[in-house]
């Protein structure tokens, strides 16, 4: 399996810490129209960070163009629509946490994850200590990433976050 990450997942990753992640769960790629989007003032180590995970660019080909253009509708981006089309064409796992993309992943056959995969991966594959990603919990919905709250709360559970009831 080969990852292909999404500028949302990686931003999101980055505002905790947490971008060598991806790349310890299985090699990541991020297309390099959509690592530009990464790349402003607020997150100025990003590409750096990125680049020590082991993240690999990856070149946009000119023939992706014309059919990304025809793909892109709606919510669905043209960085959105390039992504489907590698994904789709070099077999990559698709990370994002971006619906429109999502719905054209399940329905172009794409497989697909997102954020919720990630911590979940990170637990199962012991790839950092649950306080820390019961920290991460925390900092993301402070961050207002649109979580779903009943697959956060389930983590916290999974975590053992000190926030959360068992009964």
């Given at each position: 399996m080969i990852l292909l990450t999404d500028a949302n997942i990686l931003i999101t990753l980055h505002d905790v810490g947490g971008i060598p992640i991806l790349s310890q769960l299985a090699p990541t790629e991020i297309l390099d129209v959509v690592f530009e989007e990464c790349l402003n003032d607020?997150?100025?180590?990003?590409?750096?960070?990125?680049?020590?995970?082991?993240?690999?660019?990856?070149?946009?080909e000119l023939g992706w163009l014309e059919e990304a253009q025809d793909i892109a509708e709606g919510a669905l981006s043209e960085q959105d629509a390039y992504c489907f089309i590698y994904a789709r064409d070099a077999g990559r796992v698709l990370v994002s946490g971006d619906k429109p993309l999502r719905k054209k992943c399940k329905a172009g056959g794409v497989e697909y994850r997102g954020l919720i995969w990630v911590l979940e991966e990170a637990y199962n594959e012991g790839l950092m200590e649950t306080g820390v990603l019961c920290e991460?919990?925390?900092?993301?919905?402070?961050?207002?990433?649109?979580?779903?709250?009943?697959?956060?709360?389930?983590?916290?559970?999974?975590?053992?976050?000190?926030?959360?009831?068992?009964?």
């Open positions: 607020s997150q100025p180590d990003l590409k750096e960070t990125a680049m020590a995970a082991g993240i690999v660019v990856i070149e946009s991460w919990l925390v900092l993301l919905n402070s961050h207002d990433r649109r979580l779903p709250k009943t697959e956060i709360e389930r983590l916290k559970v999974l975590f053992e976050c000190p926030d959360t009831n068992h009964h």
